[in-house]
């Protein structure tokens, strides 16, 4: 079956370091990439996405390319701040195996936490 | 406006009670979700709903009952609730059924079984 691997945390970083959280993943068809974002008692927030190879997604200073060749998708940043303190999850919807209404399958979560 | 809106927040209850969580989306999409959110942040898809029809149920205990009276609607009933049930329950929808949109999510409830 489908499934997602990101570094588990907590990542503690500084102010304005760089960001990197890795991503892989395996699945049966051709998937469309997110990741999500979980701030403190909030719900998940799309970040991000791509939905082929090479596609590069990006949004508030994230990116992160959809590489088919070593099936990942690392997110990335150059300099992050304290407001970017959550829970990152990647996540794919395999389009091969029934399509989007079988819904999301996620990596475990990756807690980022910036200090001053 | 809140997208996706689910009541309640918290839902404290005992062990055996039947309960339900409300799930309300104004995106007007096609596609709603259940997921549940374990003590270690897992986050595990349970149902969907397509059309008013049931896609998928991933092993998940016939205790728990996705109701959908409309496209905007789909709600969670659990009977006969145990411990293992405590966790947080998200709601989302999406649209179409491709797996490339991205799925918008409510704030979650968070369910503790006393």
């Known amino acids: 079956g489908d499934s997602v691997t990101q570094m588990e945390g907590p990542v503690t970083l500084s102010e304005e370091a760089f960001l990197t959280i890795n991503c892989t993943y395996t699945?049966?068809?051709?998937?469309?990439l997110f990741w999500y974002v979980q701030y403190p008692g909030e719900g998940l927030q799309l970040l991000l996405k791509?939905?082929?190879?090479?596609d590069k997604g990006s949004n508030k200073g994230f990116e992160a390319t959809y590489r088919k060749e070593t099936t990942s998708f690392h997110l990335e940043k150059g300099s992050v701040q304290v407001s970017d303190s959550a829970v990152y999850f990647c996540a794919l919807s395999d389009q091969g195996s029934g399509g989007g209404a079988d819904g999301l399958t996620f990596g475990k979560g990756t807690h980022l936490i910036i200090q001053p | 406006d809140t997208a996706v809106s689910q009541t309640p927040k918290y839902l404290v209850t005992q062990m055996g009670n039947d309960k339900s969580i409300k799930c309300e989306q104004n995106l007007g999409h096609d596609t709603m979700y259940w997921y549940k959110q374990d003590s270690k942040k897992f986050l595990k898809i349970m149902f969907s709903?397509?059309?008013?029809?049931?896609?998928i149920n991933e092993t998940v205990p016939n205790r728990f009952s996705p109701k959908s009276p409309d496209k905007a609607h789909l709600n969670l009933h659990i009977n006969s609730l145990e411990l293992g049930d405590s966790a947080v329950y998200f709601c989302?929808?999406?649209?179409?059924?491709?797996?490339?949109?991205?799925?918008?999510f409510g704030d979650g409830t968070r369910l503790s079984i006393l």
């Open positions: 989302a929808s999406s649209q179409g059924g491709l797996g490339n949109q991205p799925q918008h």
């Open positions: 709903y397509n059309n008013k029809e049931l896609i």
């Open positions: 699945a049966t068809g051709y998937p469309s």
């Open positions: 791509a939905t082929k190879a090479d």
